[in-house]
Antibody
């Protein structure tokens, strides 16, 4: 079965650290770019970070830059998000999402997230 | 950053109704627009990519249109399982990828 399964969430104090994992199965993980997206309780979706298939290109949202680190281990079919200096506003469900691209007329390359995990909840509170 | 604004923020409709949700970008994003459906307690699911392409397995009652700054998601005949929150997303000028604030579709 093609799926993504996140783990590693939990309760952490402000200023603390946590590492999230996303295990991929059913597809060739090393061929895909991956992302982390989060959703605060009762709020909308917020993109967090991106990593290319070979980890040569990485991006972060300004809200997490300098505190979060995305990485991957293609041999283990796994994606990670290392989160440091956590704040109350980082409280959210964190989803990993597989990215795909399509070329449409005009040679336009459109990116989209076609597969999502079920998410893992991170709560930052004292 | 490109801002995405959806309207309405919430909507009440009945089974069988035709429903349209609008998404407006703060600048042209050509056709770099995707739509997702999210049910309570579940992960988002891709419905439409590249503004008008239907994701495999998604019912044909869902359709998308638009380009540039204005886009629409249409559900031709609402089914009970369609009551959910819908998000648009742009992937034209990244980072960051940005999402609309969501449209909550409720049963009337």
């Amino acid at each position: 079965e093609v799926q993504l399964v996140e783990s590693g969430g939990g309760l952490v104090q402000p200023g603390g650290s946590l590492r999230l994992s996303c295990a991929a199965s059913g597809f060739t993980f090393s061929s895909y770019e991956m992302n982390w997206v989060r959703q605060a309780p009762g709020k909308g979706l917020e993109w967090v970070s991106y990593i290319s298939s070979g980890a040569s290109s990485i991006d972060y949202a300004d809200s997490v830059k300098g505190r979060f680190t995305i990485s991957r281990d293609n041999a283990k079919n796994s994606l990670y998000l290392h989160m440091n200096s956590l704040r109350a506003e980082d409280t959210a469900v964190y989803y990993c999402a597989r990215e795909r691209t399509v070329v449409i007329p005009g040679a336009i390359i459109v990116r989209y997230f076609d597969l999502w995990g079920r998410g893992t909840l991170v709560t930052v509170s004292s | 950053d490109i801002q995405m604004t959806q309207s309405p923020s919430s909507l009440s409709a009945s089974v069988g109704d035709r429903v349209t949700i609008t998404c407006r970008a703060s600048q042209s994003i050509r056709s770099h627009l995707n739509w997702y459906q999210q049910k309570p307690g579940k992960a988002p699911e891709l419905l439409i990519y590249a503004a008008s392409s239907l994701q495999s397995g998604v019912p044909s009652r869902f359709s998308g249109s638009g380009s540039g700054t204005d886009f629409t998601l249409t559900i031709s005949s609402l089914q009970p399982e369609d009551f959910a929150t819908y998000y648009c997303q742009q992937s034209y000028n990244t980072p960051p990828v940005t999402f609309g604030q969501g449209t909550r579709l409720e049963i009337k």
